[in-house]
């Protein structure tokens, strides 16, 4: 099992960036490929991106690839998600789990949740 915290949302204008923390309580945080998710609201969770181990393999949703990138640092035991060209369509709470997969039901030890809101 492993704490995961997500930090880091926030409002911004269209067109602005933000960078998202996702900070684990557990040393063995290598050991988990982990995803970063969203809700927008009245909608349900979808997937946003995820990263294996060792960070060297990635994959976007494609409403985001180009424009999101997922990252990590394993000696920090940190997840990042830095988004830029913000559109108002990505307001939502963003999610950090544990897992592989784009599917909600492969992931686990998720975070409370941070807010973004992109005004346009």
């Known amino acids: 099992q492993v704490h995961l915290v997500e930090s880091g949302g926030g409002l911004v204008q269209a067109g602005g960036s933000l960078r998202l923390s996702c900070a684990g309580s557990?040393?063995?945080?290598?050991?988990?490929?982990m995803g970063w998710f969203r809700q927008a609201p009245g909608k349900e969770r979808e997937f946003v991106a995820r990263?294996?181990?060792?960070?060297?393999?990635?994959y976007y949703a494609g409403s985001v690839k180009g424009r999101f990138t997922i990252s990590r640092d394993n000696a920090k035991n940190t997840l990042y998600l830095q988004m830029n060209s913000l559109k108002p369509e990505d307001t939502a709470v963003y999610y950090c789990?544990?897992?592989?997969?784009?599917?909600?039901?492969?992931?686990?030890?998720w975070g409370q949740g941070t807010h973004v809101t992109v005004s346009s």
């Open positions: 990263i294996s181990m060792n960070g060297y393999n990635t």
């Open positions: 789990a544990t897992g592989w997969g784009q599917e909600e039901s492969q992931y686990s030890n």
């Open positions: 557990e040393g063995t945080f290598n050991i988990y490929p």
